[in-house]
């Protein structure tokens, strides 16, 4: 049985009132052609290009998870989505409090089914999101969701560039894996973002969908990848609505005539980060 997916790929504002609009306009869309289920990108509860922290935070009873459940409920679809919530009272290196970078799982029936708290933390490329986001803990267990035949995983934008976090929601049982992101725009990045989510569906022979933000200073470019590697879509930098049909079979028989899953001889096993280096 296939799953219908829509993707969204939203431009997100700094600004609560608009993005709980934005999320009402994009369960219709999914609504509409009755899709399985929702996808909306990292930080899809509000965004700065200037850094996302405590200030952006809300709890998983507040208003951005509460309006999910309750468009789930009402529209009978299923939704991943980023959001950003209070952290442990941590302090960065600007001596501000961190929060946490998350991707929330609500079912059909409006009810929240797990949570991501990313784990890598974009230190790279001159930004630091470590000053303003606490990393979430290595060993938890991986948000999956199940829906018909397929099981849905989660990494993070720059979780993306660490193969060990896809191996391991599809250790999980992942056989599509889902990467919300704000991917933010330069050199090479694109491109970066394309070949690494085409790496992460060959060795893991899954679905890649790679939900990209709209909007200035991100790529937006969301894609579909199948498991023989193959691009299947690909958007621009616009904010668009993009609804496919994800098939387990052709998935299965990929995997049949690519056994790698059961041909590797290493396992992932999660440890603490290294300390960071003196700014």
């Known amino acids: 049985m296939t799953v219908r ?4 790929q939203v431009a997100v504002a700094d600004d609560r009132a608009a993005n709980l609009a934005m999320v009402d306009d994009a369960f219709g869309a999914a609504a509409r052609v009755r899709s399985d289920l ?10 700065h290009g200037q850094g996302v922290g405590a200030e952006h935070a ?18 009978g679809v299923a939704v991943l989505a980023g959001t950003t919530l209070p952290g442990s009272g941590s302090v960065g290196a600007t001596g501000r409090q961190r929060a946490v970078n998350a991707v929330v799982g609500v079912d059909a ?10 784990v890598h933390l974009y230190d790279a490329f ?17 948000l999956t969701m199940r829906l018909g035949d397929l099981t849905f995983g989660v990494i993070t934008c720059y979780d993306l560039r660490f ?24 050199p090479l990045k694109p491109e970066h973002w394309r070949t690494l989510l085409q790496a992460r569906a060959i060795e893991n022979t899954v679905v890649v969908l790679g939900v990209g933000m709209a909007g200035k200073g991100v790529t937006g470019r969301s894609t579909l990848v199948g ?12 904010p668009e609505y993009r609804t496919v049909d994800v098939d387990p079979v052709p998935l299965a028989a990929v995997r049949e005539e690519n056994p790698s899953l059961a041909n590797r001889r ?9 300390p960071h280096p003196p700014r």
């Open 266 to 274: 290493y396992a992932v096993v999660p440890r603490e980060p290294a």
């Open 38 to 47: 929702l996808l909306l990108p990292e930080y899809a509860s509000g965004y």
């Open 58 to 75: 809300e709890p998983l009873d507040g208003p951005f998870v509460a309006a999910l459940r309750r468009h789930a409920r009402a529209h």
């Open 126 to 142: 001159g930004f630091r999101e470590s000053d303003l986001l606490e990393p979430g803990p290595a060993d938890a267990p991986p």
């Open 109 to 118: 029936a409006g009810e929240l089914v797990g949570v991501y708290r990313k």
């Open 227 to 238: 498991p023989d590697g193959v691009v299947a879509l690909e958007l621009g930098e616009a």
């Open 163 to 186: 193969p060990e976090s896809a191996r391991r929601v599809v250790d999980a049982g992942a056989d599509v894996l889902v990467v919300p992101a704000a991917w933010v725009s330069g």
């Open 5 to 8: 997916v829509t993707v969204g």
